[in-house]
């Protein structure tokens, strides 16, 4: 008995100690902020400096002697990319890093629902987190400021207000993940030439205005746990190394508690990131050879140089250890948090959200004498055009993905047709580019034709004689100076003589559709002549079960534009002069003279009679709603709370579909310049055919303000406003005079 309880006291002794000693950093009942302290107390300099920049292509090391671990990011935005080797860009070779492609962003913010935007953000995070990363490089929020921009695929489109309404939902979804969204490119990186060094001079009002709104509401709504900064250059300084973009806006207004990776290589200079608010480095180029360091990734930056000038007292010790607290917090809500799911990988669910995201994110832009969808009496449809065939997946750079399946479009209109008894016949047209490489995964695709263009044209035109309709699939692709990363378009126009073999075949065949598969807007010269157009942007996986679903109609399309197509490249302002300093920069210099400018503030200024082929926010359905008149719930507004604007929506046809009721903010008379218009709220209804229902739209004082640089406050001037409804930009049938009865001001940082 006595040796029992000896042995029974020793036990519970030992059980005490170890309790005693398990450190608060291990105890996850502990508050996240408290464990931070803990662990940051019990680092190293040397450690504190390894945790804040790169080891590999993508990861960071962690405190091995702490058990902390290391921290994975991953491209981004549109699924999960393929894993590189450790220190090159070149396949691991793995055999379980295929993904699901989810659609770009672009269709993403053509859904003008946010909704599918958390649908999007939880399932690329579930991606993310059973491949084990816990930072997802993306989204996107760059402002669609030129349609040339090679990177607008990625990005949300022309309006501040839309992509920041979209995108707060999608880190939401990430983050639910225990993985965290890493927001990019923060900020001003709006164009693809000379990215790397390009110094962006811009006004503070349109800054705040335009260009930061969807960063601001991805870390203030969507909470982001991490943000990148770009490539590019503001006032004169490096994004990574710019304090008043880091420190006094990110860090300071928005009280931005997580971590700021650099853009692959964007990093420029020790003091400077060391002190200007940037957390991590990754992708610097260092060569490794004449520093006499042991290896490439002690020469960062933020590495040894960093280490040298702590050591020596020449840079505190305080912003250290602020980067260091951060990178912990993120491990501790991300790879340290034992509460997190698991994840899954291309599941039948992510294939269905991708599908329904695709769905909702096309948009039909014109559709004369009903030729969409495809009517019964349709037997025989000739499919046309080289994005029918091609993999849109692999290309244009970091968001480039290894589908574990793509379902071309025509494969997908195949399939469907099929079951209804239609044929499909195929013609190419045309030879874009057949490369399906980057940078080791290959489409596989053998996309070769030796007909001449003009025997290519003629091939289509005799088949299209023969059918009793016609679906062209073309549009841009993922190589350079197309939709890709690193360049810009160098024209407004369809590459590839796409708009010779479209006048052909509608010359040929009257029934004719076009579908062009881009991120970007572009010339329509044919549009006359063509009854009907449809957007399809690039939509992954299930691209051609996305488009098929909406060409034959069990999918009614509900897509709005998240940017203008102007007829021609000087419809967009940074071009309309064709000033080079505007666009794209001279001598290191780019200038948004345009101010706030920027798609619809544009061309709703300039247009005088029309120079939009489609207007930002236009979409057409299958069937057809009245907006019934709106009733606001008061004629004034202090400014408190929110202000009220009830829609009745009715779907007058005979399909079911959704409508997006759209409210812009005008402000009459103003002692500054002021957009004619600007969208301040928007809803997606679903209704099933001759239901009615009542769309509410919520406005705060947000909605009436502009900011004036010199207070630096948000200022709303009292007087008369008026709020114009309707379905697009260009159709806003509806208008409610409003009183604004007080002037109102608050700083930034009051969200
Ligand atoms: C891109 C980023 C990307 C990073 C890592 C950079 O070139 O600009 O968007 O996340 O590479 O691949």
């Known amino acids: 008995m006595k040796k029992f309880l000896f042995v029974l006291s020793t036990l519970v002794c030992a059980l005490g100690a170890m309790m005693a000693e398990t450190p608060v950093y291990l105890d996850d009942s502990k508050p996240v902020e408290e464990r931070v302290e803990d662990a940051l107390s019990r680092m190293t300099t040397a450690e504190k400096i390894a945790v804040i920049h790169a080891q590999s292509k993508f990861s960071s090391p962690g405190v091995p002697r702490l058990g902390i671990p290391e921290v994975w990011c991953t491209d981004g935005p549109h699924g999960i990319r393929p894993d590189v080797l450790w220190d090159k860009w070149k396949q691991a070779g793995a055999t379980n890093d295929s993904c699901v492609a989810f659609p770009a962003l672009t269709c993403l913010a053509a859904t003008w629902n946010p909704d599918m935007a958390l649908l999007y953000g939880q399932s690329i995070g579930e991606e ?139 990093a420029h200079n020790t003091e400077k990131v060391a002190t200007n608010g940037l957390d ?38 305080k912003d250290l250890d602020d980067k260091a607290r951060r990178v912990l917090r993120l491990i501790f809500r991300t790879e340290m948090n034992r509460n997190r799911p698991y994840g899954s990988l291309n599941s039948d669910e992510h294939y269905a959200a991708a599908r329904r995201i695709g769905g909702e994110g096309i948009v039909l832009l014109k559709n004369d004498k009903n030729l969409l969808p495809v009517a019964p009496g349709v037997r025989k ?48 047209g045309y030879v874009g580019d057949i490369n399906g490489e980057y940078t080791g995964v290959t489409t596989g695709q053998d996309l070769k034709d030796s007909r001449s263009a003009d025997q290519l044209i003629a091939d289509a035109v005799k088949a299209a004689k023969e059918a009793d309709m016609v679906i062209f699939i073309g549009g841009l692709n993922k190589s350079k100076h197309q939709d890709a990363e690193g360049s810009d378009r160098t024209d ?98 780019v200038r948004y003279n345009e101010g706030l400018d920027v798609g619809y503030r544009y061309t709703d200024k300039a247009r005088k009679g029309g120079n939009v082929n489609f207007a930002f926010g236009h979409g057409l359905s299958y069937t057809t709603f009245r907006l019934g008149a709106p009733v606001a719930s008061a004629k004034e507004y202090d400014g ?52 009615t229902k009542d769309v509410i739209l919520q406005l705060d004082k947000r909605a009436f303000a502009f900011y004036d640089p010199a207070t630096k406050l948000w200022t709303v001037e009292p007087g008369k406003f008026e709020i114009l409804i309707g379905t697009s930009s260009a159709n806003l049938p509806a208008k409610l005079p409003l009183h604004l009865t007080r002037p109102l001001t608050w700083p930034d940082s009051a969200h």
């Open 280 to 317: 991590m480095e990754f992708g610097t180029w260092t060569n490794g050879l004449n520093w006499g360091a042991s290896n490439a990734y002690d020469n960062y930056y933020l590495a040894k140089p960093y280490e040298k000038l702590i050591n020596e007292g020449k840079l505190p010790m």
């Open 492 to 589: 407004f126009a369809l590459p590839y003589g796409q708009d010779k073999v479209i006048e052909a075949l509608v010359h040929a065949n009257p029934n004719t559709a076009v579908v062009t598969l881009t991120g970007n807007a572009y010339a329509m010269p044919w549009l006359d002549k063509v009854p009907a157009v449809v957007q399809g942007w690039y939509i992954g996986s299930e691209a051609g079960n996305a488009i098929a679903d909406v060409i034959f109609g069990d999918v009614n399309p509900s897509g709005k534009l998240p940017m203008t197509f102007a007829k021609k490249l000087t419809d967009y302002a940074p071009h309309a002069r064709g000033d080079s300093l505007v666009y794209p920069g001279v001598n290191g210099d």
């Open 381 to 428: 449809i000739l499919v046309v055009g080289e994005n029918a065939i091609k993999m849109l997946t692999v290309g244009g750079g970091s968001s480039s993905l290894k589908v574990q399946r793509e379902t071309l479009p025509l494969d997908g209109l195949r399939a469907k047709a099929a079951d209804k008894g239609v044929e499909i016949v195929y013609e190419r």
């Open 640 to 691: 408190e709370g929110t202000f009220t604007i009830t829609v009745p929506v009715t779907n007058t046809g005979d399909r079911a579909g959704a409508e997006v009721v759209q409210a812009y903010v005008r402000d009459l008379k103003s002692s500054v310049y002021r957009p004619l218009k600007e969208l301040k709220a928007f809803r997606k209804v679903h209704l099933a055919p001759g239901e």
């Open 128 to 266: 993310a987190r059973y491949r084990n990363k816990n930072v997802l490089l993306g989204p996107g929020v760059n402002i669609y400021r030129t349609p040339l921009n090679g990177r607008n695929f990625e990005y949300m489109g022309e309006d501040p207000f839309l992509t920041s309404v979209m995108v707060a939902p999608y880190v939401r979804g990430v983050q639910k993940n225990g993985v965290a969204a890493c927001v990019k490119h923060y900020a001003l990186n709006n164009q693809e030439v000379y990215r790397d060094h390009v110094n962006v001079l811009v006004d503070d009002r349109t800054l705040h205005e335009i260009y930061l709104p969807g960063f601001k509401s991805a870390v203030t709504e969507g909470g982001a746990w991490a943000i990148m900064p770009a490539y590019n250059k503001y006032n004169g300084d490096h994004a990574c190394e710019n304090a008043p973009l880091l420190l006094d806006i990110l860090k300071g207004d928005w009280a931005f508690d997580g971590v700021a990776i650099s853009d692959w290589g964007a």
